[in-house]
């Protein structure tokens, strides 16, 4: 595997997108008691409702960015993206209430969405042949940043640093990434951009093309399911450890990072095994493995066991995101490519905002995370017999 600047680019976008991802997440006790809505006084429904302020602008931004990226090229549209997250985190440090927060998530939202949308097209543009090994590669960077955030934003909050100055810090981390993108290249290491704008119409045409497609729409459901499990993990782990063991900040913010190290062995170690004819069954055994640790975390009532079944969900969950999106791809070999990994993220925002609600929801009827939690092997269930459905469904089945 070689990697040149932009390769680098992606990483650092990666990884600032994972530590605005799970600044607020981390700091989500600390942060509801301030802004009145305290996860233990019925809250939990209301920070359960956090992504989901995010979901329907990433989306439609998702949606748009063919588009943009076909008048104006990846490469800048993912640096105008990132400047744009950035953004969205300062308005966030300064909220002074939740009505303030869950707007400012939603201009997050946007930079995310067309973040997500082109990060993974932008890496494969570099590496065509083999692309699922770079993908999962620079995916790996995702749970890097949610280990360092996790880490850091879980020590400092324990030793009294406001929750606004964490949020602030991730915010420059944004700008950094846009700085890499944004820097001139020589003509010889240039980005693979198409010489000539795309027209709306051909970038409509190859929307049209994949909806038609039937096996298109079981990989839709797979990313919804595969999405939903992995953020949930993501978002209410160390609210649950602070709630249900009497544990610090920092000890929160151990657990994700228990969860982000598994993730990123994962991706980076598949990125170098794994052959791009043998994805779907990765993710089929992934999908069955990550259903039953994650079944037996409510059981337990040892808070070191507890880091030991997230980190071997984390190296579970890790080939999910990125496999599905490159496999679709090898199913689909006459649709286009950017498209597919763009559509496919549609399924997968929806799916982090739909299930980390219903967590909260279930958590607030329930008396607690722990039920919730069942909601998550329940996810990974579905993803293996998706997964099982494409491995028999005729290969005449596509079009």
Known sequence: MTFGRYDVAAFVSFFAYASGSVVLPIALVALAVDLGFDLEEGGMS?????????????????????????????????GLAVVLMGVGLLVCASAPVYAVLFAAIMILGLGQGVLEALATP???????????????????????????????AGGLIAVGVSWRLLVVGAACLTFLASALIFQPA?????????????????????IKAILKTRRFWLF????????????CLTFWSASYIQLHFAATAWAGGAGVACFAGGMFLGRTGWGYLIRQHHLNRLVFVSALVAALVSYSIPWLTELWWLFGLLFVSGLATA???????????????????????????????????????????VGDYAGGLRA??????????????????????????EA
């Open 46 to 78: 209301a920070g359960g409702a956090l992504p989901l302020a995010s979901t329907v602008p990433m989306v439609a931004a998702m949606l748009l960015a063919g588009f943009i990226a076909g008048r104006w090229g990846k490469r800048r549209t993912m």
């Open 122 to 152: 932008f890496v494969q543009a570099m590496h065509p042949q083999e692309s699922g090994r770079y993908i999962n590669f620079a995916h790996a960077f995702w749970p890097v940043g949610v280990l360092t955030t996790v880490l850091v």
């Open 186 to 206: 020589p003509k010889d290491k240039a980005y693979p951009e198409h010489l000539e704008p795309v027209h709306w119409t051909v970038v409509w045409g190859h």
């Open 220 to 231: 839709y459901a797979a990313m919804f399911l595969a999405g939903g499990g992995e953020y």
């Open 319 to 361: 080939p999910f995101w990125p496999s599905i999106q490159s496999y679709s791809t090898d199913r689909l070999p006459d649709r286009d490519s950017t498209m597919m990994f763009i559509l496919l993220s549609c399924a997968g925002v929806p799916g982090c905002g739909v299930f980390t609600w219903l967590m909260g929801l």
């Open 372 to 397: 919730a939690f069942y909601l998550v092997p329940g996810c990974f269930v579905g993803l293996a017999v998706l997964m099982l459905v494409d491995m028999v469904l005729p290969v005449r089945a």
